[in-house]
């Protein structure tokens, strides 16, 4: 290979890094703000409504109605939910790019990830 | 609503102290909880795990910013960190509570002498300046200081580092600690990795980490959002405080107070373990 194309190449590389940093970085902002949100939505909620804050969660497939019933339960686990999946939609956004660039032992590495992230959301969801 | 606040309260003084020391705030949040308020361990874990994952995200943005988090390590070590910290949340939930309050306190110990080491250790191990071979591309480098020195280092002993790395992450499951006390010495001290990449690496991983022990306390019903949330509101506005006041107090004054508070801790920590206490 020549210098020439070894140093575009590895610009490439440096540049398609910093893309990845960027795109990391947002989404642990997006995830933190959206969660920060709607646990602060909860807490108000339960402020107003003068009700103690609940010592236990609401089930996951009632957040839905308890949303629109503007209970301070279901705000707390959609941000908890959220806060919990932030870090491993940063996984799969690494994931993504090493796809992107055929990198496949970090696509590997990426999979196994997900593979322990599922393990968990099985033992934690179910 | 006074206990709320009064988690909130406890939850800042933890998310201080632990980022004034690069620890994060589950290592001071748990105990605190555990042996001034009465919270049973696991809730208090579980609480903590959570903060943890809140501190690491929050944590991590500016670190990604400056380039100081190597991505492709950390990926590399959160597949045994990660596996670890399952394997430890399912151990914590089935464990009786004074074993797990006195494999707390060993824990405590053993981060203490680890801090000790690590600052006797500082200075000792320069960066290379010739890094070696790196074939899985897991080099790194920062711009670092006013001076804006580059600083390029290649991790080495991966397969010791991925080993250590699952006992960072058993104990993080255990103790919803994160696994920064334990993932930031083998990366500095045995991977050969600087100590600011250590950290910020470790910052971001310990948010997975975390969360995926988080999930199994969720399921096992230790999540108290009346807990949760003043401990996630009080470790963010703590780690806030604590990143100025790290900036203003010297280092060896911050390892004095972490040595003699990770004291008193653990002695407390067992002493509750044997019923002594109650």
Do not use: C
Not at chain 1, 39 to 61: D, K, N, V, W
Not at chain 2, 72 to 77: E, G, I, Y
Not at chain 2, 82 to 104: D, E, H, N, R, Y
């Amino acid at each position: 290979m020549s210098g020439r194309r070894e140093r575009a190449l590895e610009r490439l590389q440096r540049r398609r890094l910093t893309i990845l940093y960027r795109v990391v970085g947002r989404i642990l902002t997006t995830g933190l703000w959206f969660s920060i949100g709607f646990l602060a939505i909860g807490f108000l909620l339960a402020i107003l409504q003068r009700e103690p804050l609940s010592e236990e969660l609401t089930p996951l497939r009632d957040i839905p109605s308890a949303i629109v019933d503007i209970e301070p339960g279901g705000f707390i686990d959609l941000g908890l939910v959220a806060l919990l999946l932030t870090p491993a939609a940063a996984v799969v956004a690494t994931l993504t790019a090493a796809l992107r660039q055929r990198d496949w032992p970090f696509v590997g590495v990426g999979i196994m990830l997900v593979v322990i992230i599922l393990l968990s959301l099985i033992t934690g969801l179910i | 609503m006074l206990e709320t606040i009064e988690y909130f309260v406890i939850a800042s003084f933890a998310g201080t102290l632990g980022t004034m020391l690069g620890l994060g705030g589950g290592v001071f949040l748990v105990p605190i909880l555990t042996l001034s308020f009465g919270v049973p361990l696991r809730v208090a874990i579980a609480a903590s795990a959570i903060s943890v994952v809140a501190n690491s995200v929050s944590g991590s943005r500016r670190y990604l910013e400056l380039r100081y988090t190597n991505l492709r390590l950390a990926q590399v070590l959160l597949v045994t960190t990660t596996l670890g910290a399952l394997i430890g949340g399912l151990v914590a939930v089935s464990l009786p509570a004074g074993v797990l309050k006195g494999a707390f306190a060993t824990l405590l110990a053993v981060i203490a002498v680890l801090m000790i080491r690590r600052q006797l250790a500082i200075g000792a191990s320069a960066v290379e300046l010739e890094p070696p071979p790196d074939p899985y591309r897991l080099g790194g480098l920062y711009i670092d200081g006013p001076a804006g020195e580059v600083v390029r280092y290649v991790p080495h002993r991966i397969r010791s580092g991925l080993s250590l790395s699952t006992l960072a992450g058993v104990a993080s499951g255990m103790f919803g600690i994160g696994g920064g006390p334990l993932s930031v010495p083998v990366m500095n001290m045995v991977m050969g990795v600087p100590l600011k990449a250590a950290a910020s690496t470790s910052a971001f991983m310990v948010g997975l980490t975390a969360s995926v022990s988080a999930l199994v306390y969720l399921s096992a019903g230790f999540v108290n959002p009346a807990i949760v949330i003043p401990a996630v509101f009080g470790i963010i506005v703590g780690a806030h405080f604590g990143v100025g006041l790290a900036l203003r107090l010297h280092p060896r004054i911050l390892v004095v107070i972490f040595v003699a508070v990770m004291s008193i801790l653990s002695v407390f920590m067992y002493l509750d373990a044997i019923g002594a206490l109650s």
